[in-house]
T-cell receptor, first 113, second 113 residues
Framework: GDSVTQMEGPVTLSEEAFLTINCTYT??????LFWYVQYPGEGLQLLLK?????DKGSNKGFEATYRKETTSFHLEKGSVQVSDSAVYFC????????????FGTGTLLAVQP | DAGVIQSPRHEVTEMGQEVTLRCKPI?????LFWYRQTMMRGLELLIY????????DSGMPEDRFSAKMPNASFSTLKIQPSEPRDSAVYFC???????????FGQGTRLTVV
């Protein structure tokens, strides 16, 4: 079945460092792909999305490109801030019969000043 | 729109008691999802509805769990009887249609003692 695999955390970075969180997926057909962020004590918020191959989603300095050939959707940011500390979830929404929204296990990012 | 609204935000109950969690999705959204989040298992999809009809309940852990969606603006997740291992944060989310992003509520933190 459809699934999402993302890198284990925690990821600890210094402020202004470059961030990459890897995400790969398995799906039949062409799913939509998402990154969500969860701050402590809150629900998940959509960070960015891409709906077809080669699309680039971007928001708040974060970017991710839908790579069909490598079935990947890696999250990147050029310069992280302390306020970016949160848990990041990669997710896919299949377009097949199930239409499920499936999440990866989440990656905790801790940014130190 | 006020977003997805969940109630209560916190619930503490004794083992064996019935617990009912409530969700009001965003108006016009056709899909409603119930998730459970724990440290051990991450974010698990319990059940989802399309146009008020349950589509996939394969994630519901056992018969003690049940979910209903009597109309487009209301859903409940019931646990009867509750057990300490049910302690978790339960999220409700809704999405407009297939392949689109889901919007999450703030969650209900359930503690069963």
């Amino acid at each position: 079945g459809d699934s999402v695999t993302q890198m284990e955390g925690p990821v600890t970075l210094s402020e202004e460092a470059f961030l990459t969180i890897n995400c790969t997926y398995t799906a039949t057909g062409y799913p939509s792909l998402f990154w969500y962020v969860q701050y402590p004590g809150e629900g998940l918020q959509l960070l960015l999305k891409a709906t077809k191959a080669d699309d680039k989603g971007s928001n708040k300095g974060f970017e991710a490109t839908y790579r069909k050939e490598t079935t990947s959707f890696h999250l990147e940011k050029g310069s992280v801030q302390v306020s970016d500390s949160a848990v990041y979830f990669c997710a896919l929404s299949s377009r097949g019969a199930t239409n499920k929204l499936i999440f990866g296990t989440g990656t905790l990012l801790a940014v130190q000043p | 729109d006020a977003g997805v609204i969940q109630s209560p935000r916190h619930e503490v109950t004794e083992m064996g008691q019935e617990v009912t969690l409530r969700c009001k999705p965003i108006s016009g959204h056709d899909y409603l999802f119930w998730y459970r989040q724990t440290m051990m298992r991450g974010l698990e999809l319990l059940i989802y509805f399309n146009n008020n009809v349950p589509i996939d309940d394969s994630g519901m852990p056992e018969d003690r769990f049940s979910a209903k969606m009597p109309n487009a603006s209301f859903s409940t997740l019931k646990i009867q009887p509750s057990e300490p291992r049910d302690s978790a944060v339960y999220f409700c989310a809704s999405s407009r249609t297939v392949g689109t992003e889901a919007f999450f509520g703030q969650g209900t933190r359930l503690t069963v003692v």
